[in-house]
């Protein structure tokens, strides 16, 4: 098996994220719209699933990712349960909603698989170097100028701390505090 470095390479995520965009496209045709609870709560667990893979693959250690991967293949059975919704509903064709839910079910085994890979496996945490620190491509969270969206050059030379105050209204305005950090 070849290493994975990014969650996006694991094909359980691939495969989420596939299914959260094929339900976009059924939203888009507007069959939902009349049910907009069903609608939203499909979205949020549909991507639960995908965002739950990417989480606790991002994590340090296999129980979170393990756990992790446990609420992600439950976030994809809910998932499922809508589907038979939205086909009693008829929101969905028969051979959509079975589309949805074979679909649906196959990631779950999939997910399921990887759960029972990492208890077999002798991976306790992500890889460490000779100085003992996680090795990890870091690339992903450097700065780059190309995400400084023109923010004032202020934003940039904020204090450690900030203290949130109400002047006038609701509205919040922050104030600088001046506690430095023990470290």
């Known amino acids: 098996m070849a290493t994975v470095r990014v969650?996006?390479?694991l094909?359980?995520?691939q495969q989420a994220r596939a299914q959260c965009q094929q339900l976009f496209e059924l939203i888009e045709t507007r069959r939902l719209d009349n049910d907009t609870p069903l609608r939203d709560q499909m979205n949020r667990s549909s991507g639960s699933a995908m965002d739950n893979i990417a989480e606790g693959f991002d994590r340090f250690s296999k129980a979170d990712f393990r756990n992790f991967l446990v609420i992600a293949r439950g976030s994809n059975?809910?998932?499922r349960s809508q589907c038979y919704r939205c086909k009693d509903?008829?929101?969905m064709t028969t051979e959509q909603a079975e589309q949805f839910i074979r679909e649906a079910r196959h990631l779950g085994i999939k997910i399921n698989s990887m759960i029972q890979y990492l208890d077999r496996s002798d991976y306790k945490t992500k890889p460490k170097g000779r100085s003992g620190i996680v090795e990890e491509d870091?690339?992903?969270y450097q700065y780059s100028e190309a995400f400084d969206y023109d923010l004032p050059q202020t934003f940039f030379n904020c204090p450690d701390t900030w203290d949130l105050t109400f002047q006038h209204s609701n509205i919040p305005t922050f104030q600088p505090l001046h506690v430095?950090?023990?470290f």
């Open 7 to 9: 969650f996006e390479e």
């Open 11 to 13: 094909h359980i995520w």
């Open 77 to 79: 059975a809910e998932f």
């Open 89 to 91: 509903r008829g929101y």
């Open 138 to 140: 870091v690339s992903d």
């Open 180 to 182: 430095r950090h023990p």
